[in-house]
């Protein structure tokens, strides 16, 4: 039996299941399509415009672009090809290094292998588990080209001390910004405060098109090459003229139909969010052995997971996500490192990167998504209390 949310903003109810007394079960993560998703879609299909074109395209690239203060928005199929149109327009290619936190999703690392270049990870730092701004230099290399960033869990990046190191060593940024819609770093949104921006609009992420991405920039010269390049890299000027290799990387107009939607909303999802990261910062305030992504003063964390650190020496991390999945609670482990995952540890020889380690060892996400309830977050908080028996 699902209860059904009320929403301040909505007409419909949420697909998830949240409390009820009898069988309590809340997702990680849940979808909230309670705008005019419905109805966009809808006329997706009644139009027959279900394919990569049609208005909600354009309108999608041109309200996502504003929402980033980026001039240049280009929707495409998903955050990772996403990344790896930014790279192949950045020219990166065979024989590169390009540096990445290794705590990351795969996908940052795996998109530097897709142009045939060298993922270099580069450990983290403990308080917002962003890359470790100060172990930059130390990784640059003849063959570094360049710095991918990640917004992890929608907490900004330390932006002016990445881009310093970059101006001063000659090398591009990529803010991987798949998880950090609306997080903004010293006022201004991320996304557009480097050379290129990428999001994810998967199922989890705070803004979904159900499958889909998006590459940001300012540079009209970047924004030229990746709309080529998702597009079978077809001469505009010239009809079935293929000057060079492209790819099919486009988003369709449903997929877009939905974004749009979803971003019609985005100051309440934003909202709610950060509403139910204060309610668990309250609730698990003073818990021994807990701690979690701070946010640093010159931040606005987008809280696209509010995730937590469980000190090894007060509970096994794995032990406690089973005790919450027995309360109908379901959490997620923080990613594996990078340099640990097997395709990629190699790039790392004999380097430990520990802070990421310990990170990777003790966090887990708890429930974290718009539709969240006062009482749901409570729930959480006092079934983690139970667990941890405090
Ligand atoms: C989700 C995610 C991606 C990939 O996005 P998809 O849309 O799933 O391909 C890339 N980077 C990070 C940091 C992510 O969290």
Sequence with gaps: ???????????????????????????????????????????????????????????????????????????????????????????????????????????????????????????????????DT???????????????????????????????????????????????????????????????????????????????????????????????????GMDPERRYWFPTIGYNYRMTNVAAAIGLAQMEKVDWHLRRRREVATWYQQDLAGLPGIGWQVEQPWARHAYWMFTILVDDTIADRDELMARLRDAGIETRPVFYPVHILPPHRKATVGRALPVAERIARCGLSLPTWAGLSRDDVRYVAEALRGALRV
């Design 1 to 131: 039996m699902a209860a059904v949310v009320e929403l301040d903003a909505g007409t419909h109810s949420l697909r998830a299941a949240v409390v009820t007394p009898s069988r309590p079960w809340i997702p990680v993560a849940a979808p909230v399509l309670a705008g005019n998703e419905e109805a966009y879609v809808l006329d997706c299909l009644r139009t027959t415009w279900i394919s990569s074109h049609g208005e909600y395209i354009g309108r999608f690239e041109e309200t996502f672009g504003r929402f980033c203060g980026a001039r240049h928005a280009l929707a495409c199929s998903n955050g990772t090809v996403a990344l790896h149109l930014a790279l192949l327009a950045l020219g990166v290619g065979p024989g590169d290094e390009v540096l990445i936190p290794t705590m990351t999703f795969v996908a940052t690392a795996n998109a530097v292998r897709y142009c045939g270049a060298r993922p270099v990870p580069v450990d983290i730092d403990p308080h917002t588990w962003n890359l």
């Design 134 to 232: 100060g172990q930059l230099e130390a990784s640059i290399t003849r063959r570094t080209v360049g710095i991918i960033v990640v917004h992890l869990y929608g907490h900004p990046v330390d932006m002016d001390a990445v881009l310093a190191v970059a101006r001063r060593r000659r090398l591009f940024v990529v803010e991987d910004a798949a998880e950090a819609h609306g997080a903004q770093y010293r006022g201004r949104p991320v996304g557009a405060l480097a050379d290129v921006g990428t999001f994810s609009f998967y199922g989890n992420k705070i803004v979904t098109t159900g499958e889909g991405g998006m590459v940001v920039t300012n540079d009209g010269g970047l924004a030229e090459k990746v709309r080529r390049l998702k597009g079978q």
